[in-house]
């Protein structure tokens, strides 16, 4: 069989279940997985030792539809999620989205250093403004919104990234 009609393996199972208005935090800033779907992207991901980087979100692809929350942060971020869909809590385990509940704190994308306060001043949103920073991303509300579209991909090496909502989740086991 020549070797342009020899069959592709299956994509690697994920554990990704997006809406097809959620966003990722990418190499190019944030991005609708929707529009990234059939292609590679960098991905922003965190290494062992902490650091912050990139790394290759790969065969990104439509699923079968299913269940979406709309879940907000206390920024008032918002983001829609398929009920299977894994976030990495703020102490490292791991939860589904249809077990997440109001006050759950999520492990964030970045954060400024423990006991940093930001100035008070104008350049910074009221909410921030001389208050010590909660380094968790913390769920305020999260609703079943119905039945959509579910995107899902892999993440080479650290099999995780970050939403623009702020939180981590796991591409992969």
Request: a neutral charge; zero cysteines; glycine letters at 10%.
């Amino acid at each position: 069989m020549p070797p342009e009609e020899k069959p592709k393996p299956p994509p690697p199972p994920t554990l990704s279940r997006l809406a097809a208005d959620a966003l990722v935090e990418t190499i190019d800033g944030p991005v609708e997985i929707v529009k990234l779907a059939g292609k590679v992207m960098p991905v922003l991901t965190r290494f062992q030792d902490g650091a912050l980087g990139f790394r290759m979100m790969t065969a990104i692809r439509q699923l079968e539809d299913g269940e979406l929350f709309d879940l907000t942060n206390v920024d008032e971020q918002r983001v829609r999620l398929g009920g299977d869909h894994v976030l990495v809590r703020e102490d490292g385990s791991e939860v589904r989205v249809r077990d997440v509940r109001p006050g759950e704190r999520l492990h964030p994308g970045w954060t400024y250093v423990t006991g940093y306060t930001p100035p008070d001043a104008p350049e910074y949103a009221a909410t921030v403004r001389g208050r010590p920073w909660d380094r968790a991303v913390v769920v305020t509300a999260i609703r079943s919104v119905g039945t959509g579209a579910q995107f899902g991909f892999s993440v080479n090496e650290t099999k995780r990234y970050f939403l623009t909502f702020g939180a981590m989740s796991r591409a992969q086991a």
